[in-house]
């Protein structure tokens, strides 16, 4: 059964860089028509979808972040990654990267939480 | 953006009782509506595709109907193990969006 797993720094200081990995196991990230998408959820709040991106390397992004948006893959290592630059206390979320299947997230890792904060 | 309305934002019932959640989009998103639910602490889980389909695993008392913007979710017999937050989400187009949530309490 496919899993993800989510990591990085809890803890980035404004202005600067959120760089997190997701870590692809139980099958091949390139395997399926899948999209990968990364989501975030600010503590008590609803989920916000940050964009997504498939094997080929192709993305997109949410309009309201795509300034500050980077995504890429690494097929080879079964990983993706997120870059979200000029965070502000706004972005601090627990963030998920997924599975999206035709439309749906059927496939979610645990989450991570990231606080913006000096 | 399509937006996403849940209703309601909170309810209690009690164990037994049919429990329905409804979800309006902006705009006609035929039948590209999925929902999820989330335990506190825990990610999303997707019960629901497509507006009407049970993903695998998940109970028959799951139940999800609606075309175009109106949309229902149900639970025909609440249990103590379906406490969460339930969503909704379209997958009409790009970007995809999320309802607020409707948090479900015995």
């Known amino acids: 059964q496919v899993q993800l797993q989510e990591s990085g720094p809890g803890l980035v200081k404004p202005s600067q860089t959120l760089s997190l990995t997701c870590t692809v196991s139980g099958g091949s990230i390139s395997s399926g028509s899948y999209y990968w998408s990364w989501i975030r959820q600010p503590a008590g709040k609803g989920l916000e979808w940050i964009g997504r991106?498939?094997?080929?390397?192709?993305?997109n992004y949410n309009p309201s972040l795509k300034s500050r948006v980077t995504m890429s893959v690494d097929t080879s290592k079964n990983e993706l990654s997120l870059k979200l630059s000029s965070v502000t206390a706004a972005d601090t979320a627990v963030y998920y990267c997924a599975r999206e299947n035709r439309g749906a997230i059927d496939i979610w890792g645990q989450g991570t939480m990231v606080t913006v904060s000096s | 953006d399509i937006q996403m309305t849940q209703s309601p934002s909170s309810l209690s019932a009690s164990v037994g009782d049919r429990v329905t959640i409804s979800c309006q989009a902006s705009?006609?998103?035929?039948?590209?509506l999925n929902w999820y639910q989330q335990k506190p602490g825990k990610a999303p889980k997707l019960l629901i595709y497509?507006?009407?389909n049970l993903e695998t695993g998940v109970p028959l008392r799951f139940s999800g109907s609606g075309s175009g913007t109106d949309f229902t979710f149900s639970i025909s017999s609440l249990q103590p193990e379906d406490v969460a937050t339930y969503y909704c989400q379209h997958s009409a187009n790009l970007p995809l969006t999320f309802g607020g949530g409707t948090k479900v309490e015995i």
């Open positions: 497509d507006a009407s």
């Open positions: 991106i498939d094997t080929s390397g192709s993305t």
């Open positions: 705009q006609d998103i035929t039948n590209y």
